[in-house]
């Protein structure tokens, strides 16, 4: 059991928790809520032992393995799943020590070991995660140092699932994860069977994944069982009874005092009236669950609602190479009060199409054809590095405003969320959902009559999200979304196209189809060969020959290794008291012959399909 006593952190002279208890058995599956800065990623460092609580403890059970997201993405020459494999430090120590073991009982006990923790089907098992998250066969066998700082996050995830810690912390992990890793993470949170905490901003997650929320707000931590939509209404509940426990007490607080302002002076009423005095000294004051008010977002309208269409795309193809675009045969039409969700793996080409309509790519072939003075916001979390970190929110909107007077400049700087000193508070300073505030603000600044908002919801709480969602839906031009957040897209939209094989097509389904359509997918090519994203620019492919020569090297290493684990086992089933010694040790010294027969047999098989692969690619 995970216990938390009386527990107080204090950072930067600021006190985040006070005096706070709870305890989570084992099993559980807890949401960690709470708005931005409030601590929960601090409680983290505390429950990991990074930092010291100033007052209580933190108590885990003496076996108990902590596992979190790395704060670096791994990087090297290793492969992916060489990288994930590793994350399981005991099976990685096993097989490295089998490798020069020599005493015939030893081998025994390191082969028992490995057949107890199920070390032959770790390859499958990390592979299934590394597929579950975006990675094709193909990808799992090239160098980490190959892919994009995303990506390589993604593999520290991956890593971290594999390891299976007793105690798995999870700090937003979707923020590197498309909306299709986001679905598969769901399912595979909600099927795990040990303790996971998971701070997590994302209503979806909480909702199918958790059976506990644990809420952090003022300083004190409570939970609550069940899910999200679930803590929503005890919360509720709460607050009118603490509101209703508060009148009552300040009533009787009015009642006692009128009673001593009244026969305080009386020498026949002084000792009851002494008595009042002293039960108001112990009438505690009841703190009512005040929700604090969310800022709300707004976009500003356009000047003009334009003729319909505002974009049409007629059979374009759209790229970095003309000899190898990255979509073809683009046919689509966008209306003034169109929301569209664009749904597909990351690297398929959706920030490719949102290039193309915004502008920033010109097509190969085809035509895109615009309306007279359409304006375009373009929204997307890599700007955020573009914001000047020395210059204030009200800098930024000066900027845009020239030589406006300065009333006006404040009163926009207050309209997009920056009112009073927090207008000229540094960008630095600024928290990454304050940073994001800002730059939407900014970005749909002059009434753009349609925004393209590429994962808008990263760094937003769940209470700022919900602020978004009404304003995509109060704006009256067209708005195109690619976010991995499933509620901000059932919210506002009413299109869902599909960005994949190269192309768009309508998706007529919702969302619950298309999560079905994707673990579906995912939970088939698992153990088999791997779908793989379309298109990757930040991370370019090798040609097919390579890649097929990689996978032949991996399972000839393969190969010999077991082949190399099955001599060792075979010379200690060899003892001439093996079973008479200890019968249990050669069952389990034969069972562990049996899986490693099994794993030489995939290996070969995968060694067989990958040269017939190489032989006909070599023509």
Not at 314 to 343: E, K
Not at 426 to 437: N, Y
Not at 570 to 579: Q, R, S
Request: net charge neutral.
């Amino acid at each position: 059991m995970l216990s938390i006593t009386d527990l107080s952190i204090r950072l930067a002279g600021r006190l985040l928790i006070d005096q706070s208890s709870v305890q989570i058995t084992p099993g559980s599956r807890v949401g960690l809520v709470g708005r931005n800065g409030t601590g929960k990623s601090t409680l983290f460092k505390v429950i990991r032992g990074e930092l010291a609580a100033e007052h209580g403890s933190v108590t885990l059970p003496p076996r108990w393995r902590i596992g979190s997201l790395a704060q670096e993405a791994p990087n090297g020459p290793e492969s992916l799943i060489t990288v994930v494999l590793k994350a399981d430090l005991e099976r990685d120590a096993l097989l490295t020590e089998a490798e020069h073991a020599t005493d015939p009982h030893r081998i025994a006990e390191i082969q028992t070991r490995l057949v107890d923790i199920d070390a032959h089907s770790a390859p499958s098992r990390a592979a299934a995660i590394l597929s579950g998250l975006g990675f094709s066969a193909a990808d799992q066998l090239r160098p980490c140092a190959e892919f994009s700082g995303g990506w390589r996050m993604r593999v520290a995830l991956a890593a971290t699932l594999f390891a299976a810690p007793d105690l798995l912390l999870l700090d937003e992990p979707t923020n590197y994860l498309d909306l299709e890793g986001t679905l598969w993470l769901e399912d595979h949170l909600a099927h795990y069977p040990r303790t996971v905490i998971v701070i997590s901003h994302d209503r979806d997650l909480l909702e199918s994944s958790v059976d506990q929320i644990l809420h952090l707000e003022r300083g004190k931590l409570t939970l609550y069982k069940g899910t999200y939509s679930s803590f929503e209404e005890q919360r509720a509940a709460r607050e009118l009874l603490d509101a209703k426990a508060v009148r009552r007490q300040e009533a009787e607080r009015a009642r006692l005092q009128a009673f001593v302002d009244r026969f305080k002076a009386k020498a026949s009423k002084a000792r009851q009236a002494q008595s009042r005095v002293k039960m108001l000294e112990r009438l505690k004051p009841i703190t009512a669950l005040v929700t604090e008010d969310v800022r709300e977002i707004s976009f500003p309208a356009p000047e003009k609602i334009l003729s319909p269409p505002i974009i049409a795309v007629d059979n374009a193809s759209v790229g970095y190479d003309p000899a190898s675009p990255v979509l073809n045969r683009v046919t689509l039409r966008i209306d003034n009060d169109d929301r569209i969700a664009l749904l597909g793996a990351n690297g398929n080409g959706k920030s490719t199409l949102v290039k193309l309509l915004a502008g920033r790519l010109a097509p190969f072939s085809g035509k895109v054809t615009r309306a007279d003075k359409l304006s375009i916001a373009y929204f997307a979390q890599h700007q955020l590095d573009e914001l000047n970190e020395d210059a204030s929110a009200y800098d930024h909107v000066r900027k845009l405003m020239g030589d406006a007077p300065e009333a006006k400049v404040r009163a926009r700087a207050g309209a997009i969320g920056f009112s009073g000193k927090a207008a000229d508070t540094k960008v630095g300073k600024l928290s990454g959902g304050e940073k994001a505030r800002l730059l939407l603000g900014l970005a749909t600044f002059f009434g753009p009559n349609m925004i393209i908002l590429d994962e808008p919801t990263n760094h937003l709480d769940i209470d700022s999200r919900g602020a978004l969602a009404e304003a995509i839906n109060e704006f009256p031009g067209a708005v195109i979304m690619v976010s991995h957040d499933r509620y901000l897209i059932e919210a506002c939209a009413d299109r869902l196209w599909i960005v994949a094989d190269r192309t768009v097509t309508n998706y007529d389904g919702d969302l619950d189809e298309y999560r079905r359509l994707v673990l579906s997918a995912r939970n088939a090519d698992a153990p088999r060969e791997r779908s793989a994203p379309a298109e990757k620019p930040q991370r370019p492919r090798s040609d097919n020959r390579g890649s097929l020569k990689r996978r032949i090297a991996e399972a000839e290493a393969e190969i010999a290794r077991v082949s190399e684990i099955i001599t060792k086992i075979d010379t200690a089933l060899a003892l001439p008291d093996i079973f008479t010694r200890d019968p249990k040790q050669a069952a389990q010294l034969s069972k562990a012959r049996a899986n490693a027969a099994d794993a030489l047999a995939r290996a070969e098989e995968q060694w067989l399909e990958a040269s017939t692969q190489f032989d006909e690619a070599a023509g």
